[in-house]
């Protein structure tokens, strides 16, 4: 028996043991070689990895070393570039000196073919001289003084010796000739005169003013004498005239000295300014009140008598024309090239600015060669590259390449602009000129084509509006106004013309609300201040406007003439309104002087305290205002005041205002009526006849008849009545032969007595 069939059990055991070992061993040798495969694919595929990578680092590194090689050479592209600006900036700035040297050739070739800088200077000296001597002459009157400036000038152009300078020195010369020739004492004598009589003001005695009563030492005097000499010392009684009345006493003495004082100072610095006419009114001041306000009698005073002839006859003296010369000289600087000091300055003005220009050029070319600067700009793939000076000059000119195609772009829109607004001109100006032929319609068709351009709507709209008004259109008027008030600039005034439109239409109610709004806002302009104040005319209330006066004054939106008018019609019918006596005295009294004192103003005055039975105030405020100025109205007024037993009679206050205003018409029938009211027939009758000699009224030959009438003369007060309607319908007038003359009352008189501003007469001639 075999050995496996001995022991059949431990066989199957072993092999039960080894062959699974044998199994593992088998798959751990597979998992160790599968485990080693894979690690050396694992180390080949990072080795392909780094090799890749290592690739790309490569070609990365390949480009970047083009892009700086790219980079160099662009480098040394601008630095060659920028050698060659230089090397062109330095040959500019050498170009540029050798110019300056040029122009400084030139000038210096310029200045060699002109007058040298001593001729110059001679010129200019005459030039001073000559101008010296016309202003000495023309300001001063110094007629030595400027022959001398003259013949210094002549000399100075002598020492020229230069041909050109003939037709000049020889106008010089007529000029010294007519100098020498000319009167020299006028002014001097009258200066001497003013002087002498200012010295002995001091000396003279006053008319009213009486001498010492001196006694005889070598006559014995009774004991009367003495006695009334002592009383003579202590109080003195005696009568002076009228006249002198106002110098009686030491204080009014010297007020008159200074007075005449004063007169002659002004007379002597009107003399000294050339101011003949105030020369003459303050020379006549002075001797009228020497004349009648001191004693001058005796040898000691004929030193001031004739100084006052003397300065009563001067006659101005007539200089010659002098300054042809001076013209002549500066015509020659402008024309012939003596003038060269302005055109020297100009080229050295240039030559400096190229200097500085060239100077800035090369500082420039410095600092960019040091370092030119450099702009990149990237966007994607695209990338520019420059300098910052190459930068600079591009954005420069693409600027101006912009600016020129804007401008030829708005260039046809521009055209047509200012082509329809020369046109919308043309037509305002054409509504001007029809409105002020007379053709509104036409005017306001013009300026609507005007109105279109919005730069004329407004004073397009306003000359249309007064086209309207001009039609008598109140509903085109209406319109406009609306259309004007549309506008923020014309709103205002389309209001106050809407309220000038109510008024003139009879609202005058409508016209002080809209502009009383306007008030209270303080935008209210002198012309509504204007309608506001007619409105409350209208309306009885124009004392409620009286402060918008001095607005509209303030404003000077009307000559002065017409706003003293227009003051004087808004006052005169104030006063005309007062309802009674006491809102009369509390306006007046709240009225300023110089208000009082407007002829319009006082005769309206009167006339309403008249017409309250206030005839004495009336007169007071009449004779206040003639003192303060004339007026020929305020006289009449005066005259045409009723009698009045608390009255004083005013006959004689108006004879006195004959003195100074004897051919005043209106005086003298004021005299005449005041006559026939104090029954002086014949005084009335003269005073009427010397009226009608100054002007033929109808209101003077009214007073004659009822003068005649007031006489019981039928017969002459119907001829004199008659001669009234002749004058008042352009007929001829009979004779009437005067009551008490015995002449015919048109005959003219033989003299008619005038005086000067002292109340002086003097004959017509003598004006």
Not at 70 to 78: E, I, Y
Not at 249 to 272: F, I, M, N
Not at 619 to 642: D, F, K, N, T
Not at 671 to 688: M, T
Request: net charge positive; charged share 25%; hydrophobic share 45%.
């Amino acid at each position: 028996m075999s050995a496996r069939s001995r022991h059949p059990g431990r066989t199957s055991v072993t092999g039960r043991i080894v062959l699974p070992l044998v199994s593992g061993l088998a798959l751990l040798s597979s998992i160790v070689a599968l485990s080693w495969l894979w690690q050396i694919q694992s180390r080949q595929g990072a080795n392909e990895t780094g090799r890749t990578r290592a690739e790309l680092g490569v070609e990365q590194l390949r480009t970047r070393m083009a892009t700086i090689e790219q980079d160099l050479a662009g480098v040394n592209q601008r630095l060659s570039d920028t050698q060659g600006i230089h090397r062109g900036l330095r040959e500019e700035v050498l170009g540029l000196g050798e110019r300056a040297g040029m122009l400084e050739d030139a000038l210096q070739r310029m200045s060699d073919r002109r007058i040298d800088n001593v001729a110059e200077l001679h010129m200019n000296q005459a030039e001073l001289l000559l101008a010296a001597g016309v202003e000495r002459l023309r300001l001063f009157r110094d007629p030595d003084t400027a022959l001398s400036a003259f013949e210094l000038a002549d000399a100075e152009l002598a020492r020229l010796n230069d041909a050109r300078f003939a037709s000049v020195r020889q106008t010089l010369k007529h000029e010294i000739e007519s100098l020498k020739s000319a009167p020299r004492r006028a002014e001097a004598e009258v200066f001497l005169a003013i002087d002498t009589i200012a010295n002995a003001l001091p000396e003279l005695r006053t008319r009213a003013e009486i001498a010492p009563i001196a006694l005889d030492s070598d006559k014995e005097q009774s004991w009367r004498s003495r006695i009334a000499h002592v009383f003579t010392d202590l109080v003195r009684i005696r009568k002076v005239d009228p006249k002198q009345a106002a110098w009686v006493g030491p204080l009014q003495a010297d007020a008159l000295r200074a007075v005449v004082g004063l007169d002659l100072l002004l007379a002597k610095e009107a003399l000294t300014e050339g101011d003949l006419v105030r020369f003459r009114q303050s020379a006549t001041r002075a001797r009228n009140a020497v004349m009648e306000g001191f004693e001058l009698k005796g040898d000691e005073d004929a030193p001031v008598l004739l100084a006052l002839a003397r300065m009563e006859g001067y006659a101005p003296v007539a200089w010659p024309e002098v300054g042809l010369a001076l013209q002549q000289l500066e015509r020659m600087r402008g024309t012939s090239g003596f003038d060269r000091a302005g055109s020297l300055m100009r080229l050295y003005r240039h030559l400096l600015g190229l200097l500085a220009v060239a100077l800035l050029v090369a500082m420039a070319v410095v600092f960019l060669q040091r370092d030119p600067g450099y702009v990149l700009i990237q966007r994607g793939p695209w990338v520019i590259e420059t300098s910052a000076v190459s930068a600079v000059l591009t954005l420069g000119l693409g600027s101006l390449l912009v600016w020129l195609v804007v401008v030829l772009i708005r260039a046809p829109f521009l055209f047509l602009i200012r082509r329809r607004r020369r046109s919308a001109q043309k037509s305002l100006l054409d509504a001007l000129r029809l409105l002020a032929s007379g053709s509104p319609a036409a005017a306001e068709k013009a300026a609507m084509r005007a109105s279109h351009m919005r730069s004329l709507k407004a004073p397009a709209l306003i000359l249309a509006h007064a086209a309207a008004r001009r039609r008598s259109d109140p509903a085109r008027e209406s319109e406009l106004l609306a259309r004007l008030a549309q506008s923020p600039e014309t709103e205002h005034l389309a209001v106050e013309l809407r309220a000038r439109a109510d008024l003139r239409e009879g609202r005058a109610g409508a016209a002080i609300e809209v502009l009383s709004r306007l008030l209270l806002d303080d935008r209210l302009s002198a012309f509504g201040a204007r309608t506001l104040i007619d409105a409350y005319s209208e309306r009885g209330r124009t004392r409620e406007g009286l402060h918008l006066l001095a607005r509209i004054r303030a404003s000077k939106q009307m000559p002065p003439a017409e706003m003293d008018q227009f003051e004087a019609r808004a006052l005169a019918r104030t006063v005309r309104e007062t309802s009674d006596a006491i809102s009369l005295h509390g306006l007046w009294t709240d009225l300023p002087l110089a208000q009082k004192r407007l002829p319009d103003v006082a005769t309206a005055y009167a006339r309403r305290a008249v017409q309250l039975n206030l005839v004495p105030q009336a007169a007071a405020e009449l004779e206040s205002c003639l003192r303060h100025e004339w007026s020929s109205p305020v006289v009449r007024a005066y005259g045409l005041l009723p009698e009045d037993p608390k009255l004083a009679p005013r006959l004689k206050t108006a004879e006195a205002w004959l003195e100074s205003h004897a051919d005043d018409a209106e005086l003298l029938l004021t005299l005449g009526r005041l006559s026939r009211q104090e029954k002086h027939w014949i005084k009335a009758e003269d005073y009427l006849r010397r009226a009608l000699h100054l002007k033929a009224d109808a209101s003077i030959w009214e007073e004659i008849g009822r003068c005649y009438v007031e006489q019981g003369d039928a017969e002459r007060a119907a001829l004199a009545l008659g001669n009234a309607l002749a004058v008042q319908h352009g007929d001829g007038m009979q004779k009437l032969i005067g009551r008490h003359c015995g002449v015919d009352l048109m005959t003219p008189m033989t003299v008619a007595e005038e005086r000067d501003a002292m109340g002086i007469p003097r004959l017509p001639a003598a004006r």
